[in-house]
């Protein structure tokens, strides 16, 4: 009788300290802002399904670690991810696997357009020996004359197609946008 007591103490005692330790502890650090809903512009909502849905998740990851957890900021991935990066889009994309880089503050660390079309149509031609595999159907590849809306990418010697000119897709535009917005700088206060 008296250790069934002693158990359930115990049971309880684990529950509160953790919800204490995991939930409220952690709710109460957390910047009030978290709560808020951010306004995003549909091109970047668009552009965060196309990344969900391209699989991007599964190679990166969009979540830094503090300085001193790890070499993320030595590695240039910027500063550590607070809660209130994750307010807006869902799912969120935090992922597990880094495959490729950090992603969290890609568009501060490469804020060019034109880089990422070309790295998405062909990876390797930008980074080379790349393993990032190419997304060709976010593109269309048309004859040089044919007159479009979009301006062509820049593909280096090899890469380029003769005769031919690559245009970057509204889907490619949208998720360039949405890369471009990745930026956990914090405001200076
Ligand atoms: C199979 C794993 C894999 C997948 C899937 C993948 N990547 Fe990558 N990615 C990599 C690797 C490896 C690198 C590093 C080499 C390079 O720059 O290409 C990389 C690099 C990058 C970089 C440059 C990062 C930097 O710091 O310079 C960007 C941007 C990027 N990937 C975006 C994407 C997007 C957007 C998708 C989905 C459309 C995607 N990746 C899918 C593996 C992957």
């Known amino acids: 009788m008296g250790n069934n007591i002693l158990l359930i103490f115990g049971a309880v005692a684990l529950f509160i ?48 670690r503090p300085k001193g957890f790890g070499a993320d900021f030595e590695r240039g991935w910027g500063e ?7 307010k807006g889009l869902t799912p969120h994309v935090l992922g597990t696997m880094r495959t490729g880089p950090d992603l969290a503050n890609i568009g501060k660390r490469q804020p060019s357009r034109d880089w990422h079309y070309t790295h998405l149509y062909a990876p390797e031609s930008v980074s080379p020996g790349s393993i990032m595999p190419p997304f ?53 206060e």
């Not at 709710?27 to 196309?50: F, S, T």
């Not at 550590?80 to 994750?86: K, N, R, T, V």
Request: net charge negative.
């Open 17 to 64: 300290s953790s919800m204490l330790g995991l939930v409220y502890i952690p709710q109460m650090l957390a910047d009030k802002e978290v709560n808020q809903v951010e306004y995003v512009a549909p091109n970047i909502e668009n552009g965060h399904k196309i990344y969900v849905r391209e699989g991007c998740v599964y190679c990166h990851t969009q979540q830094v």
């Open 80 to 86: 550590a991810s607070l809660p209130e990066d994750y």
């Open 136 to 188: 060709p159907w976010l593109f269309e590849v048309v004859d040089e004359d044919e007159a479009t809306s979009r301006k062509p990418i820049n593909l280096p010697g090899e890469y380029a197609k003769e005769g031919k000119k690559v245009i970057p897709t509204e889907e490619a535009e949208h998720l360039v946008d949405y890369l471009l917005s990745l930026d956990q700088e914090r405001e200076k």
